[in-house]
């Protein structure tokens, strides 16, 4: 799944004997007149420690700090494709492994949203339906219209508890899922009946699939060759959100993300010692096939492409996004963004109240421990270094990091892509697997995985 941050409400205790073996700490640097190879050789000790770790290993590692605009330190480790039966085909990762980066995906349609309003074809707080061709509402609050800030924003009302990926198969249209009557509508499932659209923060994959569907009918074209077209060339990215349309090279350096887990009778079941599982992007033994048939329509079912997920990109891809954003839209010289429109991404729409009366930043449990979402751009979101008894979006152990990014969550995969747009520093890192239930434990210090936090708190020292 796609889903990003509901895992985190999921929280579960841990005993003090795991908890003690995984909470070595992480930064341990408070002098800046290290020399740069003994600071670089001892976050590399960290984060192989890390990837190693017997109770919670890691099945690949691509990290990156970067510093006033420029890699600081980069390490990558463990494997992206894994032969259980003959070691000798496993594939190390490198810099050029691209794993799927889940929903940072969202970040990099927001990139494409930008282009097609420079362009004139979008409008942030017209009624949706205009560029849809059908009406969108929330039936309990059918007078108020969706715009595409409250999709960009997560306070649309939208909700996934009916999916939000309906493929060719199954002949559905948004219009069928999205509409009263419709043969494929949710009814209180799509949308939330309590939650006005613009009143309330939740984070949702539907609305990118919306979007993604808005951006198809105003343009003509299909959601991944637009958003090649308008975004992963202009920056000069390898990867994009169709792998079947990569070359043999890069297809070969797509990452397989893994877990040690398999399911009896309904029932996970971790073994950290056990082979790694496969999840998805196996394209080794199943190359890639295409999500849309030549008779599909561009503006009918934005889902099919995954724009809430789908994207694969290298680490250093993730950099020049980083850098684009942190020039204001300018990269290697070239304006791909004005400079309104990057102001606009970073923007602050939304911000917690702490009391969870404008927004649920719990995932989908209301009684799990503070969620890491405390503020929200377009397609943006802004950690607010929020720490204490429920815990937040701390992002490293010294505490200090006020940041802004996206973080990603599927299959096994985490990743992150977190700036500080004044120093414009920042961090980097994509896993391509976990081989342990990774709410064991619990993070030490904030709502994110432990092992999140070990690789981010190494890579710290590197970025300040």
């Known amino acids: 799944m796609d889903l990003m941050i509901s895992r985190r409400a999921m929280l579960a205790a841990t005993t003090a004997a795991s908890l003690a073996l995984l909470q070595t700490r992480a930064y341990g640097f408070t002098e800046r007149n290290m020399t740069t190879s003994t600071l670089a050789d001892e976050i590399l000790a960290q984060l ?42 496993d594939r ?22 930008m282009r097609l309003l420079e362009e004139g074809k979008l409008n942030l707080d017209a009624d949706a339906s205009e560029f849809l061709g059908f009406t969108l509402r929330n039936p309990s609050f059918a007078d108020r219209p969706i715009t595409l800030r409250m999709m960009l924003s997560h ?19 948004l219009a069928d899922v999205l509409s009263p009557g419709g043969k494929g509508f949710g009814a209180g499932k799509m949308w939330s009946p ?27 074209e299909r959601f991944d060759r637009l958003m090649q077209t308008r975004v992963i060339d202009p920056i000069g990215l390898v990867g994009g959100f169709s792998p079947v349309a990569f070359s043999p090279e890069v297809l070969g350096n797509v990452a397989t993300l893994y877990r040690k887990r398999t399911e009896e009778n309904g029932k996970e079941i971790w073994n950290p010692a056990g082979p790694w599982v496969p999840q998805v992007d196996d394209f080794v033994t199943s190359p890639p096939t295409s999500r ?44 791909v963004l004005t400079t309104a429109s990057v102001r606009a991404m970073m923007s602050r729409q939304w911000v ?39 815990r937040g979006d701390r992002m ?36 391509g697997g976990v081989g342990a239930d990774p709410f064991l434990p619990a993070g030490t210090y904030s709502s994110f995985f432990r092992y999140e936090e070990r690789i981010m708190s190494a890579l710290y020292p590197a970025m300040k």
């Open 48 to 89: 192989r420690a890390t990837v190693d770790d017997v109770a919670m290993p890691l099945a690949s590692l691509a990290a990156i700090a970067v510093r006033e605009g420029k890699v600081s330190f980069e390490a990558y480790l463990g494997r992206r494709y894994i032969d259980s039966a003959n070691p000798a085909l």
């Open 194 to 220: 309590d939650a006005a659209p613009g009143d309330f923060f939740q984070y949702a994959n539907l609305p990118w699939g919306v979007i993604g569907t808005m951006m198809e009918r105003v343009t003509g």
């Open 292 to 335: 849309a048939g030549d008779d599909y329509v561009p503006g009918t079912n934005g889902t099919l492409f995954g724009p809430q997920g789908n994207c694969r990109l290298t680490a250093q891809g993730l950099f020049r996004v980083m850098q684009l954003m942190t020039n204001e839209g300018e990269i290697d010289g070239k304006r």
């Open 92 to 113: 190390p990762v490198d810099a050029n492994t691209l794993f799927r980066i889940a929903s940072i995906s969202k970040l990099m349609v927001t990139l494409g949203v």
């Open 352 to 390: 917690d109240d702490e009391k969870g009366k404008n927004g649920n930043d719990r995932g989908e449990s209301a009684d799990g421990p503070a969620d890491t979402m405390n503020a929200w751009g377009l397609g943006v979101q802004h950690f607010m270094d929020r720490t204490g008894p429920g």
């Open 155 to 173: 306070t649309s009302s939208m909700r996934d508890d009916a999916g939000y990926f309906f493929d060719s198969k199954s002949g559905l249209t």
């Open 396 to 431: 490293v152990e010294p505490g200090g990091f006020l940041a802004s990014g996206h973080l990603g969550e599927a299959y096994g995969l985490t990743s992150l892509m977190a700036f500080d747009p004044a120093s414009r520093s920042g961090l980097i890192f994509l896993v």
